[in-house]
């Protein structure tokens, strides 16, 4: 794996349309024939008011942090792998 997805999915992150990004980002995963990318659900880290949050670790340990998520957003997320 060389990337690996977490979106948070505790109840606010649910209730804020988590399911919905968590859906966009596999149909975008899939719709690119990305290999090598792991997809997590994790639960919520308590910033409740910057949900959808999705965080992407990448090899070698880099982090990075996405907030107030949308669908369109997650194009930009996963065109950035």
Aim: aromatic letters at 4%; a positive charge.
């Amino acid at each position: 794996v060389n990337v690996r997805i977490m979106v948070h999915m505790g109840s606010s992150g649910i209730a804020s349309g988590a399911r919905e990004i968590l859906n966009a980002i596999l149909d975008e995963i899939k719709n690119r024939k990305l290999e090598k990318v792991e997809v997590v659900q994790v639960g919520g880290m308590g910033f409740c008011s910057f949900e959808p949050i999705v965080e992407v670790l990448k090899k070698g340990g880099q982090r990075e942090f996405y907030t107030n998520v949308t669908c369109e957003k997650v194009k930009e997320i996963i065109s950035s792998l």
